[in-house]
């Protein structure tokens, strides 16, 4: 069964519901790392369309872009290796807002 946050739904889009429950549920199989006060996972977009066979790669990485731009989601490159280009994801406060059910700050 899949779910999803409404009220990101209904602002962002269900694909970025989708990806913002995924890396907010903290897989088992996500590596974790505290860094900066935060809780970083380590997640590719291929590792989410496996696990979420309804979307495409473009629509996760699209969904990621839209979490960033509102400021839901970071994203960084925190790999020891030059090579490995996977993206490490954190929610911001205003995420994690939304993540416990809130709405928009007024």
């Not at 990806?19 to 970083?40: Q, R």
Request: net charge neutral; aromatic share 14%.
């Amino acid at each position: 069964m899949y779910t999803f946050r409404g009220n990101i739904a209904g602002k962002f889009g269900i694909n970025a519901a989708v990806v913002a429950e995924y890396l907010y549920a903290g897989d088992s199989e996500l590596e974790e790392m505290d860094f900066s006060g935060k809780t970083w996972y380590r997640c590719s977009a291929k590792q989410i369309t496996v696990d979420n066979p309804f979307l495409t790669i473009d629509m996760v990485k699209h969904a990621v872009r839209v979490l960033r731009k509102s400021g839901i989601i970071r994203t960084r490159k925190l790999a020891k290796s030059n090579f490995d280009h996977t993206n490490w994801y954190c929610f911001t406060e205003y995420g994690e807002h939304l993540m416990e059910g809130g709405t928009d700050y007024e």
